[in-house]
C-alpha cells in the first residue's frame, strides 16, 4: 500500500467510526433517552471495545462487517421498536462491536510498522465524521444515518486491498 | 528537567530500568487521557456558553477540540526537531490550562466590546482548543514509537491513554454540580502531574506552584468573568452572575441585570426571564389545568419549579420529571423558593422526560411540555411527532398535552411554531393553538378529544389579555396543512435556524438573545 493510499485509508476509517459512534449516539438518544448515564455507558462501551480490539486479535474484515451489521441493527430497531428497554442494551453492544475495529485497526498499523501519522489521519476522518455524522441524521433521517457506515464500509473494502489478503488473519 | 522522550518513549530507558520506564510511560498516558477527558469536557462548556448553545455551535466546537488534538499528531513526530524549546512549549500549553475559565470569557467579552464579532470569536476558540488539547496530545504517537516492538507500543500506550480517558470521564462527573474550582482543581492536578512524570519534577513545580497560587481565588474571578461576558457579549449593562454551575448536560447560570432582572441562562442561551415566567406559566399549564380541572398532573421539565405552587392548587397528583438536577438546585434558590412545597402532593423525578414516559405505566389528564425551544438535537427530541405519540400513549381518553411552540404565532411553514404543531396535530388531532399578546408566544393544546372550547380558553385567560388568539382545531389544520411534522428523521430545522441565528449574531454585532 502506497503512502498516500495508507493516509486515505486511514481517514476514511476515522470517518468510519464517527458515523458509528455519533451514529449511534443520535439512534439511541432520538427514542431512548438523553441522560448522562446514556451517554456515559455509550462511551465505555466504545472505549472497552476499543480495548479488547487492541489487545484481542479479531479477523479485520470480521470486526468491520460485524461493527457496521451491529449498527444496521441498532438503526432499524429504533424505527422497529421506538421506547423500548432493550434499546439501551442493544445500543451498548452496538457501539462495543464497533469499538473493535477501532482498536484492531491501529495494532494492525503498528504490525505492519505503520503508525507514522495514523493517528494524525485517523482523526482527521474522525473530524469530518463528527460534522458529517449530525448533518446526515438532520437533513436526511435515520435512513442516511445508517447509509453512512455502508459507504464508509465499502471504501474502506475498496481501498484497502489489504481486507482481501487479512480475510482469515487476525488483526 | 528529564527529557520528554526518555519518559513519553523515545529511547526505552537507558538510565531507569525497562520495566520502570514501561510503567512511567503508561502513568504518563493514562493522566495525560485523564486530563485530555477533563478538558475536553471543560473547554467545551467555556467554548459552547461564549459562542451560544445552539446544536450547530456545539458541533463546530467539539470538531475544533478534536482538530486540534490533530495539531499535537502533526506536532509529536515534529518534537525532536525543537528539542528543548520542544519541552519549554509543551510546559507552556501546560501552564495555558491555569488560564481557565477567565482567559476564554474575558477574551470573549474583550471581542464583543470592540466589536470584534465576526469571525473573530471562531478564530479565538480554534486558538484556544489548540493550546489547551495539543500538547497533550503529542504524547500518545511519541510514546508507540519509542517501543521496540510497535504492536507492544501500540497495545500498552494506547490503552494506557483509552484507560485514562474513561477514568477522566468518571472523575469528571463526579466534579459536576459543584463550583467550576472543583473541575478545575482535578484539572490543574493531572496536568502538574503528566507534566512531572512526562518532564520531571521541575516540571511539575512549574505547574503547580502558579496553580495552586491562583486556585484559591478562582471562583471570585471566574464569577467576575462571567458577568463581563454577560455585560459585553449579551449586552447586560448591569449583569451579575450570581450562579454558575456546570452539569453533566450544561452550563446553568443565573444572571441578575439590575432590580428585579433576574434571568436563567443554559450553555449561554437565555431559557427565561423572572418577568416574562409568570405569563409564560399561565399559558403553558395555568390555563390548561383551570379549564381542564386535572386529577393528575405531569410537568416535564420546568426546572425551576416554577409551576409547582400554581399546579398543585388546580391538581390532585402533580409529578415534576427533569433532567437536570442542576437546574432544580438553581430554580429553587432563585426563581421557586421552597416554602411549603412539602405540604403539597408533589413529587420530583430526575430523568429524562421521554425515558420516564416510556417506563412509566400511569396515565395522566394533562402534560405540559416546558422545555426549550428545538435549538439542539436533544431539545428538538422532545418536539417530535414520536415524542407525541409516546405521550398520547400516557393521557386519559381526554386528557391533554400543552406546549410552547417556540415563536409568538403559527407563522410560516417551514418555521418551528408549524413544524411542532403539525407534529402535535398527526398524534393528537384535536388541537387549539393560543396566541398571547402579553406573554409573546404561541402555545398549543392536544388531545385526542379536548375537554375544553376555545370559549372557555378565553374565559379562563389572565384579565389583562386583550388580543388573545385562540385558533380552532380546523383553523390549526388547514394553517399547518403545508407544514412537515417534525420528526426525528426530519430535523434539519435544528441546524438550519442554528446557522440562521450564529449568522445573525456575526452580523449584528454579538448579542443575539
Not at chain 1, 75 to 104: D, E, K, M
Not at chain 1, 111 to 140: I, K, M, S, W
Not at chain 2, 54 to 63: F, K, Q
Not at chain 2, 297 to 307: F, M, P, Q, R
Amino acid at each position: 500500500m502506497t503512502e498516500q493510499r495508507a493516509r486515505l485509508v486511514a481517514s476514511v476509517t476515522g470517518l468510519h467510526f464517527a458515523a458509528l459512534q455519533v451514529g449511534a449516539f443520535l439512534a439511541v438518544e432520538s427514542v431512548s433517552s438523553s441522560a448522562w448515564s446514556t451517554y456515559a455507558a455509550l462511551s465505555a462501551a466504545w472505549l472497552g471495545g476499543t480495548l479488547v480490539g487492541l489487545w484481542v486479535a479479531v479477523p479485520p474484515r470480521a470486526a468491520v462487517i460485524g461493527g457496521v451489521l451491529a449498527f444496521e441493527g441498532l438503526v432499524a430497531f429504533t424505527q422497529l421498536a421506538p421506547w423500548s428497554r432493550g434499546l439501551f442494551v442493544l445500543g451498548v453492544a452496538a457501539v462495543g462491536a464497533g469499538g473493535l475495529w477501532a482498536g484492531g485497526f491501529f495494532t494492525r498499523a503498528a504490525r505492519r510498522r505503520a503508525t507514522e501519522g495514523v493517528f494524525l489521519h485517523e482523526n482527521n476522518g474522525f473530524v469530518l465524521g463528527l460534522v458529517a455524522t449530525p448533518f446526515a441524521f438532520a437533513f436526511g433521517g435515520r435512513t442516511t444515518l445508517a447509509a453512512l457506515p455502508l459507504v464508509t464500509c465499502l471504501a474502506l473494502f475498496r481501498l484497502d486491498e489489504t481486507f482481501k489478503l487479512d480475510r482469515s488473519t487476525p488483526a | 528537567m528529564a527529557s520528554i522522550s526518555e519518559t513519553a518513549g523515545e529511547t526505552a530507558g537507558e538510565t531507569v530500568g525497562e520495566t520502570a520506564w514501561r510503567v512511567r510511560s503508561a502513568a504518563t498516558l493514562a493522566l495525560a487521557g485523564a486530563a485530555l477527558a477533563t478538558t475536553q469536557l471543560l473547554a467545551v462548556r467555556e467554548l459552547v456558553s461564549g459562542l451560544f448553545g445552539e446544536e450547530v455551535v456545539i458541533l463546530l466546537v467539539n470538531a475544533t477540540l478534536f482538530a486540534a488534538i490533530s495539531c499535537g499528531y502533526w506536532l509529536a513526530p515534529r518534537m525532536r526537531r525543537f528539542g528543548r524549546a520542544g519541552e519549554i512549549a509543551f510546559v507552556a500549553g501546560c501552564l495555558l490550562h491555569l488560564s481557565l475559565p477567565v482567559l476564554p470569557r474575558r477574551a470573549f467579552a474583550w471581542l464583543a466590546a470592540h466589536r470584534w464579532s465576526g469571525a473573530a470569536p471562531l478564530v479565538l476558540a480554534v486558538g484556544i482548543a489548540i493550546a489547551l488539547m495539543a500538547p497533550l496530545s503529542t504524547l500518545l504517537p511519541r510514546a508507540v514509537a519509542g517501543y521496540a516492538d510497535p504492536v507492544e507500543g501500540m497495545r500498552r500506550s494506547y490503552g494506557a491513554e483509552l484507560v485514562g480517558f474513561m477514568l477522566g470521564l468518571g472523575l469528571t462527573q463526579l466534579c459536576f454540580g459543584h463550583g467550576i474550582e472543583v473541575l478545575i482543581a482535578l484539572d490543574w492536578s493531572l496536568l502538574a502531574l503528566v507534566a512531572g512524570l512526562a518532564l520531571g519534577p521541575r516540571a511539575l513545580a512549574i505547574v503547580a506552584f502558579p496553580a495552586a497560587l491562583l486556585w484559591p481565588s478562582l471562583p471570585e474571578r471566574a464569577r467576575a468573568a462571567s458577568s463581563a461576558l454577560y455585560r459585553d457579549v449579551h449586552g447586560m449593562r448591569s449583569a451579575n452572575v450570581v450562579f454558575s454551575v456546570d452539569s453533566p448536560y450544561q452550563r446553568v447560570e443565573v444572571v441578575d441585570d439590575g432590580p428585579g432582572r433576574r434571568s436563567l441562562y443554559l450553555d449561554g442561551l437565555e431559557n427565561l426571564n423572572a418577568n416574562d415566567l409568570a405569563l409564560l406559566n399561565e399559558y403553558l399549564a395555568v390555563v390548561p389545568a383551570r379549564a381542564a380541572r386535572p386529577a393528575s398532573t405531569l410537568v416535564i421539565g420546568n426546572g425551576t419549579l416554577s409551576l409547582v405552587a400554581p399546579l398543585a392548587t388546580l391538581s390532585d397528583d402533580l409529578l415534576t420529571v427533569e433532567i437536570d438536577p442542576v437546574v432544580v438546585a438553581a430554580g429553587e434558590r432563585f426563581f421557586s423558593p421552597s416554602a411549603g412545597r412539602a405540604n403539597l402532593a408533589w413529587e420530583l423525578v430526575e430523568d429524562d422526560g421521554k425515558s420516564f414516559l416510556a417506563r412509566t405505566s400511569r396515565s395522566f389528564d394533562l402534560i405540559v411540555v416546558d422545555v426549550p425551544s428545538p435549538l439542539t438535537f436533544q431539545e428538538a427530541f422532545l418536539h417530535t411527532r414520536e415524542f407525541y405519540a409516546l405521550v398520547r400513549s400516557r393521557l386519559t381518553p381526554r386528557g391533554v398535552v400543552s406546549v410552547q411552540l417556540s415563536g409568538h404565532r403559527l407563522g410560516a411553514s417551514g418555521r418551528s411554531p408549524s413544524r411542532v404543531t403539525a407534529a402535535l396535530v398527526a398524534e393528537l388531532p384535536d388541537v387549539l393553538v393560543v396566541e398571547s399578546q402579553i406573554a409573546d408566544r404561541a402555545f398549543a393544546y392536544a388531545s385526542r378529544a379536548l375537554p375544553f372550547r376555545a370559549n372557555d380558553i378565553r374565559a379562563v385567560a389572565p384579565p389583562s389579555e386583550t388580543r388573545l388568539v385562540v385558533l380552532d382545531a380546523e383553523t390549526v389544520r388547514a394553517r399547518t396543512r403545508d407544514a412537515k411534522p417534525l420528526d426525528v428523521d426530519s430535523l434539519g430545522l435544528v441546524l438550519r435556524r442554528g446557522l440562521e441565528r450564529l449568522v445573525d449574531r456575526r452580523g449584528s454585532g454579538g448579542a443575539g438573545d
